[in-house]
């Protein structure tokens, strides 16, 4: 019986179209629209010269999970927001109100008869239903690779631009949760055609600082080498996204405007002089003319007649200050994007940056780096299912499949599933515990569908080259794990690798397999040497590891940009070939121990730690320790900054210096093999970390791969677990990482204040 494997290499796509013309802060560029209506910028509330326009924003913030999941936020909360925000917008033409998360808007479409939608059309094509940001959610900016931010956009583009048409094209980003801010997700903005990015957190020094100098609104230059087409005007909110003080109308912080003067509690001077004092405390800090206030928090508009019921006061009585007292403050309901129309007409000339907003702390002791790490499983699941569906989406294209095969609807169900985990209560890792489990469900079954989507393509794209396929092709799809029913029960399989990126590559496989000798062909029949690797002792360990697969056979594959390689695999034998290297204990009496191929050199001390790499090509080498330790979480009650406990969110350790393990002395067990493919240590530092160093022969990197948990819970200390590299290099604090997988930025550790890139101080 012969088998067809699916195997696919870890790696991440490069492909995807341009989705609009860049637009930086320019005017409106809009297509004609329909005759006797008018959306975008035309549509916009008149405002007044002469006096300071306030953009009353009646919004909410809809979490596509966080304390309760997607379906349940869905259900308890959002579909009475849309519900009861439609006949109060329609019941008076000056009334806007602005719509985000195209996760739930789409959901609430669905469910709506002709009529509703008739209406809710008419209110997208009049500008007073305006959706902004658009995207399926509201994406976190820290742990999102930039692959997966562009395909959450892209279908909830795609949903706007089908149902609703050009009127519906969002003008404003709008990420004013997220926990720090990415300079590549301002980049990748600029690129999708936004002509504004609003956000509502940043650095509290930064934010006194700027609220001080009234550079809150910038311009962002999003790339290095893009130049302006990465570059866009970016605005910080005064009071988070919540409304002003003193100044919330909904059902669970009622304060209404009481008005009728007969009547007891009449409030209407309080409330108004409330309101002139905010505005007058936000106009010192902006640098126009205009102010943008949100009103409106996180799934409020429940019940939107309390909120528009009162706006509609409040903007009757500050404005008949005007006359009655010669103010110079005028409200009227706005959007976003009407606000950064009269930003534009400013004509003024903005303050730049080029860094990004982390890390975020809103106070003292309260740095929100924890979530950087928080559910490291699930940041690790989403990466991988990303790849997996920029393979769904490339097989679906190539083999044009149509509507009776796993198409298009089956790809879906796994662009929604990472749009929604691209949340940030999601991929953030910030949500409860069971959210976690619920996002993973949903890319589980999303993966599920693609396999059938890839299976049906392959079989297709197959029979087009003339090759009879009669066989089905299985997925290895737990090889984290070193188990796969077809490598362990088959003396004789195909494997089958695609490569998603426009260019071949050379990658190193690793098959489960039982004890035998193994003969690996290419499809040109030509023989592939191969090597025969013990499974880990931790991988062999992992308590839902069900497998007979003792041993991992290695091999190097070639693809193809955009195509397959298939490697014939037979078991000829029982007893395993020449090429098995076993594991032996590390020598550990003295001598140092070296891995080493073409262009590396790893050295290992008596302790068992890798303590030097050298770069045999440039003949450059580093001292260096390397080994995991952890920082204890501080216990508080977050009263106070001082009291900020250590959690999800925030990383507050305990002390400077983490705990190592082994007392820092030796690394226990520590064991080595080698054979003429790669060679490979593996170390344990403790019953719940191990790692394996991995050296491959060609290859100009060592692998680092290690397995942690279940972390010890019993002596209720939180952990937070780290692989720390010591060198002797010079950095000067200076670091590079990446953003979002995408450009390396430069980084300095422990600056206080950085403002580089102002050019008014
Ligand atoms: C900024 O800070 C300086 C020095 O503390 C102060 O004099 C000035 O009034 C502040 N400006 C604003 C707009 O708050
Ligand atoms: C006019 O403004 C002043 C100062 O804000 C306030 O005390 C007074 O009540 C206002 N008068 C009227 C008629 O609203
Ligand atoms: C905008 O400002 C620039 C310089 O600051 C000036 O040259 C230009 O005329 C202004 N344009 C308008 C429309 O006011
Ligand atoms: C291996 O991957 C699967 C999903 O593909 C995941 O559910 C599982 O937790 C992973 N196992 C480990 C030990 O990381
Ligand atoms: C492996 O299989 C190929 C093709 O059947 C054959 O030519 C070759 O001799 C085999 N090699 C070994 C070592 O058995
Ligand atoms: C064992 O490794 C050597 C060196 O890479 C290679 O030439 C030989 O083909 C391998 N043997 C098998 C059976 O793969
Ligand atoms: C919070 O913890 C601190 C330190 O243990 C304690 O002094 C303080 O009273 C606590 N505050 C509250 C509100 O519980
Ligand atoms: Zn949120």
Not at 44 to 68: A, F, L, Q, S, Y
Not at 406 to 416: A, G, R
Request: hydrophobic share 35%; proline share 4%; with cysteine.
């Amino acid at each position: 019986m012969e088998t067809l494997m699916f195997v696919l290499v870890g790696l991440i796509a490069s492909q995807f179209g341009v989705m609009g013309k860049t637009l930086v802060f320019s005017s409106d560029q809009r297509e004609s629209v329909p005759d006797d209506d008018t959306c975008g910028y035309e549509s916009c509330n008149p405002v007044k010269e002469g006096m300071i326009n306030v953009h009353v924003v009646p919004h909410t913030h809809d979490d596509v999970g966080w304390i309760m999941t997607v379906d349940q936020y869905y259900y308890q909360r959002v579909q009475y927001i849309l519900d009861t925000v439609i006949p109060q917008i329609q019941m008076d033409p000056t009334r806007r109100f602005i719509y985000v998360e195209i996760a739930f808007f789409k959901r609430w479409w669905d469910e709506q008869d002709d009529t509703i939608r008739h209406i809710v059309k008419g209110l997208v094509n009049q500008g007073r239903l305006e959706f902004i940001l658009g995207a399926w959610s509201m994406n976190d900016e820290a742990s999102t690779h930039y692959n997966a931010i562009i395909d959450q956009h892209t279908l909830g583009f795609r949903f706007l631009r089908e149902t609703f048409g050009e009127c519906a094209r969002p003008r404003v980003a709008w990420q004013i949760d997220p926990f720090g801010h990415s300079r590549e997700q301002a980049s990748l903005f600029a690129q999708m055609g936004y002509d504004g990015l609003f956000f509502g957190r940043l650095d509290y020094q930064d934010k006194d600082y700027r609220v001080n100098a009234s550079t809150m609104e910038m311009v962002w230059e999003g790339s290095d080498d893009l130049g302006i087409s990465s570059s866009l005007f970016t605005g910080a909110l005064y009071d988070g996204y919540g409304p002003p003080p003193g100044i919330c109308f909904a059902y669970d912080c009622s304060d209404p405007v009481m008005d009728d003067e007969s009547l007891h509690d009449y409030n209407v001077p309080q409330k108004v002089n409330q309101f002139l004092k905010d505005v007058a405390d936000q106009a010192k800090h902006y640098a126009t003319d205009h102010l943008i206030m949100t009103m409106g928090s996180d799934f409020q508009y429940t019940d939107a007649l309390t909120w528009y019921k009162n706006l509609d006061k409040i903007i009757k009585y500050v404005n008949q200050q005007q006359t009655l007292n010669n103010t110079k403050v005028n409200l009227l309901y706005s959007t976003p994007s009407c606000y950064l129309k009269q930003l534009n007409l400013a004509n003024k000339t903005w303050t730049t940056k080029s860094d990004d907003f982390f890390p975020y702390a809103h106070r003292a002791h309260s740095f929100w780096t924890g979530y950087f790490t928080s559910r490291a499983a699930l940041k690790g699941y989403v990466r991988r299912t990303n790849n997996f569906l920029q393979v769904c989406k490339q097989m679906d294209a190539l083999a044009q499949l149509d509507d009776s095969q796993h198409s298009s609807v089956s790809v879906e169900v796994l662009k929604e599933a990472m749009g929604v985990a691209q949340h940030h209560d999601g991929v953030s890792g910030t949500e409860k515990q069971v959210v976690a489990y619920d996002y993973a469900e949903r890319l589980a079954n999303g993966v599920n569908e693609c396999r059938k989507t890839i299976n049906d393509a392959y079989k297709k794209l197959i029979s087009k080259s003339g090759t009879d396929v009669p066989f089905d092709q299985h997925y290895c799809g737990l090889l984290n794990i070193s188990m796969c029913d077809v490598t362990e029960n088959n003396k004789q399989f195909v494997m089958l690798a695609y490569n998603p990126l426009g260019r071949h590559v050379t990658r190193w496989v690793r098959l489960p397999v039982v004890a035998g000798t193994y003969n690996v062909t290419d499809s040109d029949g030509m023989s592939v040497a191969t090597q025969l690797l013990p499974v880990s002792a931790r991988t062999m360990s992992i308590p839902e590891r069900k497998s007979k697969a003792t041993l991992e056979l290695v091999f190097s594959v070639t693809i193809p940009a955009l195509g397959f390689a298939s490697y014939f695999v037979q078991m000829t034998g029982d007893v395993p070939d020449q090429n098995l290297s076993e594991f032996r204990e590390l020598d550990i009496t003295g001598a140092d121990t070296v891995l080493k191929n073409k262009h590396i050199s790893l050295t290992f001390d008596d302790a068992g730690h890798l303590s030097a790499m050298e770069n045999l090509d440039s003949q450059v080498s580093v001292e260096l320790k390397q080994e995991f330790a952890y920082y204890t979480g501080f216990i508080g009650n977050n009263s106070k900054p001082e009291f900020q406990a250590s959690g999800a969110y925030i990383f507050r350790p305990n002390e400077m210096e983490p705990h190592t393990f082994n007392s820092g002395t030796s690394v226990k067990h520590t064991r080595i093999a080698q054979g003429p493919l790669v060679q490979e240590v593996e170390q344990r530092f403790s019953p719940w970390v191990s790692q394996v160093i991995r050296l491959y022969e060609d290859a100009e990197y060592a692998e680092l791969e290690w397995t942690v948990g279940p972390i010890p819970i019993d002596d209720k200390v939180g952990k937070e677990v780290v692989n720390r590299i010591q060198t002797d290099m010079m950095t000067d604090r200076t670091f590079y990482t990446d953003a979002n997988g995408r450009q390396i930025l430069k980084r300095m550790r422990e600056v206080s204040l950085r403002f580089e890139g102002f050019t008014v101080l």
